[in-house]
DNA sequence: GCTTCATGTAACTTCATATGTTACGATTCG
DNA sequence: CGAATCGTAACATATGAAGTTACATGAAGC
């Protein structure tokens, strides 16, 4: 099954944004992503809508965060990219007569929204600057490495 | 994102075997399921390579459950099938070069993995046997309701 | 103003994958 | 032998994320 990979793509692109003074274009975004530069703006209009980014065209122009990386939690930006459902297993028909299928829906129902709670919990508890951290830890590590 | 529906399929099916006297043929069970015999054969194939069922050709053949419904959990079925992913969301590169990436792969691989750690657990506890009791409670109170 | 750099967005293509369908061979019962 | 049934390959369809192309819009600098 193909996987949505936009949460990982805004935050990757988020913290690059964090490391970089001043705005970064679609182009170097795409880059550091390696893929293209319409996505990153499809993808980061969904931010936009939220708040969390702004961009400016032409000459000296980009994207930039205007949240505050320690407000911002991984919650939030599910929440911005439409909610994308979290699992690729579902059921074979939502509403049935059959009560068989009623019992197995809730069944599954019961084990997913369970997880799925735990899920958003986590999410709303994880914020960019804890993102930012882990971050710059691997970073002072790798170069802790190479001495 | 289309979701794998296959174990509520095969749950829906295995109930509805439980429920029915002597073999049943992917005809029949696919007109429970509202699919294709072809389908039918597909999927119960890999519950048969796991023991759980077994066919017979010809006339008098069709499917018929041969392991006991209180052993039989969604755990093992879901591994019969192929352990398919549970998550529709996912990373963008699974190996990266890149720090900020790999910080964020980090972040929700721990988020996800504490996810289907519970999944794996409730997924090993509930049996068929379970859902065939849930599935007589809700036969009785509609029977009751007709009343 | 003109040029250049950038975003905004529509339309289209590509790719992956679950599901559905057709076709036909193999096996079993009567 | 003939009908019923599974086994399986090959092909078709549907969905949705991701990628691409094309062009319009707007801002900065000369």
């Known amino acids: 099954m193909k996987r949505d990979s936009r949460l990982s793509s805004v935050l990757h692109a988020?913290?690059?944004?964090?490391?970089?003074?001043?705005?970064?274009t679609s182009d170097a975004l795409a880059q550091?992503?390696?893929?293209?530069?319409?996505?990153v703006r499809r993808t980061m209009g969904?931010?936009?809508k939220?708040?969390?980014v702004d961009s400016d065209r032409g000459p000296s122009g980009g994207w930039r965060i205007t949240a505050d990386l320690d407000k911002v939690t991984l919650r939030q930006l599910h929440e911005a990219l439409g909610e994308p459902a979290f699992f690729a297993i579902g059921h074979r028909?939502?509403?049935?007569?059959?009560?068989v299928e009623q019992?197995?829906?809730a069944a599954l129902d019961?084990?997913?929204g369970e997880a799925?709670?735990?899920?958003?919990?986590?999410?709303?508890?994880?914020?960019?600057?804890?993102?930012?951290?882990?971050?710059?830890?691997?970073?002072?590590?790798?170069?802790?490495?190479?001495?």
Not at 14 to 24: I, N, S, W, Y
């Open 14 to 24: 988020l913290l690059h944004m964090a490391e970089h003074d001043g705005r970064m």
């Open 93 to 99: 028909q939502e509403t049935p007569e059959c009560l």
């Open 50 to 52: 939220q708040g969390l």
């Open 110 to 112: 019961d084990a997913f």
């Open 116 to 147: 799925e709670a735990l899920l958003l919990k986590r999410f709303a508890h994880v914020t960019l600057a804890d993102l930012a951290k882990d971050f710059a830890r691997r970073h002072r590590e790798r170069k802790a490495a190479k001495d």
């Open 103 to 105: 019992a197995v829906n």
């Open 46 to 48: 969904l931010l936009r």
């Open 32 to 39: 550091c992503l390696g893929t293209n530069p319409v996505v």
